[in-house]
Each structure stands twice: as C-alpha cells, then as structure tokens.
C-alpha cells in the first residue's frame, strides 16, 4: 500500500506543465499501458454541436434581442479548405493550437474513488447543473471521467499524470488516508486544481460524534457486508413495486409505504420504481375514465396515498409521443391523446382527489423524478414523524 511506498511523489516534476485540454476520455485501461509523459501533446477533436439546440440558442437570442455571431470554427473550417494562402506573419503551431483549443476544447474533470464512485459522480453532476447556462449551448463543454476502484499509489499516480496533461481538474473520494493526501501533494506539485469530496465531511462527522474515521473504502476487508437487513429490505420493496405496478393485486395496497394515484402518463412507474430503490415498498394506481377504481384505495390508511397530476398541454404531447412508439392507430391514438379526452380525464382525477382531501396531490410538470420523490418522502416523513418542519429522516 502507499503506506508503505512514498509513491514515489518526491521525483515528480516540481513545475506545473499546463497542456491544452483534450476533449477524448481517457480510460483506466489506457492509462495502465501507457508511459503517460507529461510533455506528449494531446490530439484535439472537434466537437460535435447538437443543430436543435443551436436552433434554440439562437431563438433566445433573437427573442432577448442579442445580435447573432457566427461561431468562430465554422469560418475557420471555410478557410481551411481553400489552399492557404501566403502570410507575411506566419502562425506558430502554438497559436494554432491555442485558437483550436478555444474553439473545439472541453473541459475535464477527473473524478477518482476507491469505491463506486457514485458520490463523486453525483456530487459532480449536482454542480454542473449550476451551469446549464453554458453546457446546453456549448459555450463551457465539459467532460468528465470516472475512476472507480482506485486503492493503489501507483494507479493513483498514473491518473493524476494524465489529469496534468490535460489541464484537468480532479475530484476525489477517498477513504484512506493515506491515499487522500498523496492525491492532494500531487496535484499540488503537479498545480491541478483538485477537490476532496469524502475528507472534510468525514473529519466534521468524526469530530462531531467524537470517533475517528475507518479509512476504509465501502467493500473493504474489515467493514460490515453490504448484506444487512436494510439491504434486503430495499431488495424486498423493489420487488414488492414490480408485482404492484399499473394497479395490479389492489388486495395487497394495505401492504404498501406509499401509493401513487394518477391518469396514464404522469411518471407513477418511474417514480415508483426510484423510491423502490430508496427502500420504500410502492404501488400506483391509473385513474382512467370507465374503468372502476379499486375500493382498496378508500379504505386503506389515506396518509399513504399521493395524487399525481400535470399540465394537460404536456399531458398530451407526451401521451402522443408514447402512442406513436407503440404503433397505436389513428382511432386509437385520438382517444388516448386527443385533448378533449387528456382534459376529460384529468378532470375525472381531480373529482376523485377533491373526495379525499387528506390525499396530498402533486403539480409533476416540468418535475424531475428526484425532485417530486423528494416532496413525496418530505411529506411522508412529517406525517409519520409529526413534525411540524419539513424533513426527511432516517435512524442509523
């Protein structure tokens, strides 16, 4: 372990060699059969833009009254495939380069655990969406690349070489400590700008409960087995939420933690299926015109019971969507999507949540899955907690 090797940090460069950042993912199979030389030039790759959202990019600018430029790459590209012509100031390679990367680089963020690696890629994933200003149109690419399993100096070393080539910035997850601070001398000497993730929060909690850490990544000899009890009870809600999707054994609803209530469409068996994996045993229940909803769902506890609703516009598209990629009929599609029916049936919904007012019932437009799970365990938890603040809690 690096315990017991000095990793060999005190014969790395001592001045930082910035390169021009490279937009190809590097993987830890290359990275094992390669010299990594810090002074390699790295091979830059356009991009390729999406035309739908440069269309967008430019109704917004038109529509906020922007004045409309030409990306600086299209005109270099209409130059390039003329013969060049004489220059009395000749470019350098390095200014080429400069320009190119300008134009076609991505950004990257190293993202190494000796885990999974899930929290880092998703605290990283949580930032970026601070910035989905620039990353929609491109202004800002960013790539990213996960390395998981990393419990070795030597592989560590080899990653963060490569992360300086680059010009990349590394975030980590890293429970030994030994390992952690290798990763944040190297990136020192080698000027990377790096992040610990797991570190600061893990000596806070430490301080705090007056223990010191493990330093043991999750999987490793010595730690509890990922086999507990809470694990097979998230193993058992998950199937419980298959057996239950789209109404089926109403008779067992009385067995289920939350039950979703909605028309076809409104997200109950993805959302079903995300809180399964939270350990949450689930059942949803479609609401649909001419068909008799279960009498199970007017005797249970109504404290489990969630309506689900959505703006009837979207309601449409999506059920238009959904019934062309089933190969639905025109007579077929009309009554499924047509909005005199999505208004007719959303309507029926609403009458049936309007006779169970203790039903709470969620607007799901525009709603990420995550973030109608977060207002449905909120409200669970103060109901079941009685709380009078909003939270979600757990006991460990």
């Known amino acids: 372990m690096y315990a017991s090797t000095p990793m060999g940090l005190s014969n790395l460069p001592t001045t930082p060699k910035p390169n021009p950042p490279q937009p190809t993912s590097i993987t830890a199979h290359q990275t094992d059969q390669s010299t990594l030389d810090p002074d390699a030039e790295p091979q830059l790759r356009k991009l390729k833009g999406s035309a739908q959202l440069n269309r967008w990019s430019r109704a917004r600018a038109v529509r906020s009254g922007r004045k409309l430029d030409r990306p600086v790459h299209r005109a270099a590209t ?3 495939e003329r013969p060049a012509a004489p220059s009395a100031e000749p470019t350098t390679p390095a200014s080429v380069e400069e320009e190119a990367s300008e134009v076609y680089g991505a950004k990257s963020i190293y993202m190494v655990s000796d885990g999974t690696g899930w929290t880092a890629e998703h605290s990283v994933n949580a930032a970026l969406g601070q910035f989905d200003h620039c990353l929609v149109d491109r202004v800002c690419p960013v790539n990213t690349h ?10 560590l070393v080899k990653i963060i070489n490569q992360a300086a080539k680059e010009g990349a910035m590394l975030v980590y997850t ?6 952690a601070e290798s990763a944040q001398q190297a990136c020192r000497i080698w000027g990377i700008p790096s992040t610990d993730i797991l570190g600061p929060i893990t000596e806070a909690i430490g301080s705090h409960l007056g223990v010191s850490p493990s330093g043991l ?3 490793a000899p010595g730690r509890s087995s990922h086999l507990s009890e809470e694990y097979f009870r998230r193993i058992e809600a998950i199937e419980f939420t298959i057996k239950q999707d789209d109404g089926a054994l109403p008779e067992n609803l009385h067995k289920a933690d939350v039950i979703l209530a909605g028309v076809s469409r409104t997200g109950k068996t993805p959302l079903s299926t995300y809180l399964a994996h939270k350990g949450y045993k689930v059942a949803n229940v479609p609401l649909v015109m001419g068909v008799p909803v279960p009498k ?3 005797e249970i506890d109504p404290e489990k019971v969630f309506g689900l609703t959505i703006n009837p516009a979207i309601l449409q598209t999506i059920r238009r969507a959904r019934a062309k990629s089933l190969g639905f009929s025109e007579e077929i599609r009309s009554n499924y999507s047509e909005m005199d029916y999505v208004r007719e049936e959303l309507e029926f919904a609403r009458r049936i ?10 607007e799901v437009t525009g709603k990420a899955i995550e973030e109608t799970a977060a207002v ?6 103060d109901r079941k907690n009685k709380c009078s603040m909003p939270r979600i809690s757990k006991r460990y």
């Open 376 to 381: 449905i365990l909120r409200l669970y938890h």
């Open 296 to 298: 199970t769902l007017f």
């Open 78 to 80: 209409a130059v390039e």
């Open 353 to 362: 949540f309007a006779k169970n007012p203790s039903w709470p019932v969620i």
């Open 217 to 219: 990544p999750r999987g």
């Open 146 to 155: 996960l390395f998981s399993g990393i419990d070795d100096s030597e592989r």
């Open 174 to 179: 890293l429970a030994d400590p030994s390992l």
